[in-house]
């Protein structure tokens, strides 16, 4: 009796502890976002991102090891929120209306997050080059368009093909109307709109689109 008390403290401990981790830790990422956008690459020094943060850059050291993995750590956290993003997008029963309900989230996600989509797409930080393992798992991240596709192609929308071709088609149609858009060259989203859907129109089914 007297032994499960303090290990259910000591795991509520715990719990809590790395509850508190997880927020110091995605101030850390939020804070060096913020200065990447607001003064550039060259303010991602430890000790600013430490001060502006109201921490020790032992801290960040500990938790990020070095000024490179700082920037993966921002480079996956990026990626991440885009898939969350994307999965809180309500499922559909028409597959196809799925597919192209989860266009604009995207679009949103861009823009919303210009901190993290510099890194993530526009090497923002000079010299930083993401590992194959970190590639990996960013593509991952966006893994639910290729699911929606596959849906698309059971339910006879799209010629079946290899989802991963055409969620890479529509991706790369996305990121070159976001990436005008954030130039200033595009107004509104009906440029990416429009670029998307055609890719999408691309590989529909003839017969089942005429209906």
Not at 108 to 121: I, S
Not at 135 to 146: K, Q
Not at 185 to 191: A, G, I, Q, V
Request: glycine share 6%; with cysteine; charged share 25%.
């Amino acid at each position: 009796m007297t032994s499960s008390a303090p290990r259910g403290l000591q795991g509520a401990y715990l719990v809590g502890e790395r509850a508190s981790q997880d927020q110091l830790r995605t101030r850390l990422l939020d804070v060096a976002s913020q200065l990447l956008v607001t003064i550039g690459p060259e303010s991602l020094s430890m000790r600013r991102i430490a001060t502006e943060a109201g921490c020790s850059t032992t801290v960040i050291y500990t938790m990020f090891g070095s000024k490179e993995g700082l920037a993966e750590a921002l480079y996956l956290e990026g990626f991440e929120r885009f898939r969350r993003r994307l999965e809180a997008v309500p499922s559909r029963k028409d597959a196809l209306e799925h597919l192209i309900a989860l266009g604009p989230v995207y679009r949103e996600a861009a823009l919303d997050e210009p901190g993290y989509y510099a890194l993530m797409f526009e090497r923002a930080i000079p010299g930083f080059v993401p590992s194959e393992r970190a590639r990996t798992l960013a593509r991952a991240a966006l893994n639910i368009i290729d699911r929606v596709i596959a849906d698309c192609i059971s339910a006879g929308y799209i010629v079946p093909t290899q989802p991963r071709k055409i969620a890479d088609a529509v991706w790369a149609a996305a990121q070159g109307a976001i990436s005008l858009e954030r130039a200033g060259h595009l107004r509104d989203s009906n440029t990416y709109d429009t670029v998307t859907y055609a890719v999408i129109s691309r590989y529909l089914v003839v017969d089942r689109h005429r209906s």
